[in-house]
């Protein structure tokens, strides 16, 4: 059991309130390991030598246990006062009032990205104030490439026809196990991107379903075409590759060229492989990086409950989270790429080399971002693993594509309708 657990029970339980000498008790809530929580109880720290009025008391441990615990909490009406909240649920505790909205309190939102503070604003409000942001991307082991005799791609001109073709050469160029790249479908950004690129979407504004089944039955048809090429490993290293550790994973040990991932697991995954990971843009339809439809997506945010007793403190520390220079030199690019412009800037100097490569990637794609997505609606937790095990039975053959896409798409509609 990690340290960061034990915390969680050690921190939990009780309300905030006021102590006899007037000072403010809030509870923090957060997920993460042990890193993350050093660095957060730092800004604590730091917030609380500026507020000698207000006490922030932590409340943090792994993301399983994490969201078990908030519903707990929320439903007993004792959710801590500031709470990291995920985009995949953000929606539903929001439907629910659960959350506050932030836009009526004092909170600096001018150096925000818009698309950034789109995603956590609904009918309901500024439920979630973003903590970082990163975009979904394609990470190659150069190693990899090199030891094929295989050129890295120019990233702003490919197409799908050749990332097939590049990813195919490298697995036969490569000794046996050696794999051109990981398999798609362990996730909902690279369906998100296929969608995006053919027109559609994962969700729409008005909270529905933006595909249907055949949209995704051609993107499984896509991978099978891959498996058959052997750009891809076999469904039962896929299977296995589901259940490695990041510091496990094939773009990590040198066993897969490229790998689906949101930018921000390039440090942690580039420390893992020991040398360096080269960025880069998903392949588009058209070759043209305008068109790749790639997005910001929130990594968390900062929220806090609505049922909190003192709203006002709960936001000037989430003003200072957002906005002050002191709470970006100590978090740095821990979760995710600072969404606020002016602190990025002022913290670059301060990044390891890895955070700074994925930084000037945000920026370098800004000018190509698709139209923000829509949030995803109440019910949406469980369409990454519907997504996953579809997946799985496309790969073994148990399922056509098309059979494998109409069961899916009724299964996620299921879910979202709740």
Not at 262 to 278: T, Y
Not at 388 to 405: C, D, I, K, M
Request: aromatic share 8%; glycine share 8%; net charge negative.
């Amino acid at each position: 059991m990690t340290a960061a657990v034990l915390a969680l029970t050690a921190c939990g339980g009780g309300t905030s309130g006021q102590e006899a000498d007037g000072v403010v008790e809030l509870r923090f809530a957060w997920w993460g390991g042990d890193k993350r929580a050093q660095l957060t109880q730092d800004v604590i720290a730091a917030f609380e030598a500026e507020n000698p009025d207000v006490k922030i008391r932590p409340e943090f441990g792994d993301s399983g246990p994490y969201w078990d615990r908030l519903a707990t909490q929320v439903a007993a009406n004792d959710a801590p006062d500031i709470i990291q909240m995920d985009e995949k649920y953000i929606t539903e505790y929001s439907s629910r009032g659960a959350l506050l909205d932030l836009s009526k309190y004092k909170i600096d939102t001018s150096k925000f990205d818009p698309a950034a503070l789109q995603s956590g604003t609904s009918e309901d409000g500024l439920t979630g104030l973003p903590a970082g942001i990163n975009a979904p991307t394609i990470l190659a082991n150069p190693r990899v490439f090199e030891a094929a005799g295989v050129e890295l791609p120019d990233d702003a001109t490919w197409t799908w026809a050749d990332f097939g073709r590049i990813a195919a050469e490298v697995t036969a160029k490569s000794p046996q196990g050696t794999y051109g790249s990981a398999a798609y479908g362990g996730d909902e950004a690279s369906l998100g991107v296929w969608l995006r690129q053919n027109g559609k979407s994962l969700y729409t504004q008005d909270r529905t379903l933006g595909f249907e089944a055949p949209d995704i039955a051609a993107w499984w048809a896509f991978l099978k075409e891959l498996r058959e090429k052997e750009a891809v490993p076999t469904a039962s290293e896929v299977v296995e590759a589901e259940a490695a550790t990041l510091d496990q994973s094939g773009i990590a040990v040198g066993t897969n060229g490229f790998a689906f991932r949101w930018s921000n697991q390039l440090p942690a995954l580039e420390k893992a492989a020991g040398g360096d990971l080269e960025i880069l843009r998903f392949p588009s339809r058209t070759g043209e990086a305008a068109d790749t439809q790639l997005w910001y997506k929130t990594s968390q945010f900062w929220s806090a409950s609505a049922r909190t007793k003192h709203p006002e403190e709960t936001a000037r520390f989430i003003d200072f989270l957002a906005n002050d220079i002191k709470a970006g030199e100590i978090l740095l690019a821990e979760r995710g790429v600072n969404p606020n412009s002016g602190i990025r800037t002022a913290t670059e100097a301060k990044l390891p080399s890895a955070d700074l490569k994925v930084v000037k990637f945000i920026d370098q794609i800004k000018g190509e971002l698709g139209a923000a997505p829509a949030p995803p609606p109440k019910g949406a937790g469980i369409v990454q693993e519907i997504i996953r095990r579809y997946t799985v039975e496309v790969l073994f053959n148990r399922l056509s594509p098309e059979e494998a896409g109409q069961k899916a798409v009724d299964e996620m509609k299921a879910a979202i309708s709740d």
